[in-house]
């Protein structure tokens, strides 16, 4: 029989978690996956509508296209012993006038610190759209692009990516540099930290 770690205990607490049940659309459904072996954390919003059904992280066209990004097929990808999946917020937060909702401010505070502390093997995390960077970066650019852009700043640790969203094409293309310039890194980076090199 396995043994019940201190991060299993964790786990089972988060969702488990409550706190904003009766601001939630769909009540809690906190959708995560981390493993101590861990060596890259993907910090992304919140779960979407199909995340939140499925329970499986990135369980959509985002995902896919995140997928694409660093160079991974879903094997690799949902391998918890290698990637662990933490977002700012956990569960499903709803849907508001152009799309989902924020994050919910409550999750990432009260959980974060705790789920980090027992992630020691972490040598790189994608920061993934502007919640997580606001988050994690304290010397944030004034736009996404820059931030991005600006990426060697925040090495060797964070790598802020915009969210693969579909609703983000235009973002995309408007940026062409960042599929020329920053995927080709991104997936550089992934294959040295995960074949130790």
């Known amino acids: 029989m396995a043994r019940i770690t201190r991060l299993d205990q964790l786990l089972t ?11 939630l659309p769909l009540g809690p459904n906190p959708v995560l996956r981390a493993r ?4 890259i954390l993907v910090v992304g919003q919140a779960p979407g509508i199909k995340v939140h059904k499925t329970g499986i992280p990135w369980n959509d066209a985002s995902g896919k296209r995140l997928r694409e990004w660093m160079g991974l097929d879903e094997s690799v990808f949902y391998d918890e012993k290698r990637i662990a999946i933490i977002p700012m917020g956990f569960c499903y937060p709803g849907t508001g006038r152009s799309g989902d909702l924020p ?20 040598q790189l995390v994608l920061l993934i759209g502007q919640y997580a960077q606001k988050h994690y970066l304290t010397d944030l650019r004034p736009t996404l692009a820059e931030t991005v852009r600006q990426r060697e700043k925040y090495n060797p640790r964070y790598f802020p990516l ?16 960042f599929e020329q310039e920053t995927v080709p890194q991104l997936r550089r980076r992934i294959r040295a930290v995960l074949h130790g090199q």
């Open 162 to 177: 915009p969210h693969p969203s579909p609703r983000n094409i235009g973002w995309l293309k408007k940026n062409s540099w």
């Open 103 to 122: 994050p919910r401010k409550e999750c990432a505070p009260l959980w974060h610190p705790r789920l980090l502390s027992l992630l020691p093997k972490l």
């Open 36 to 39: 101590r072996s861990a060596r």
């Open 13 to 23: 607490e988060i969702r488990a978690c409550r706190v904003c049940a009766q601001e």
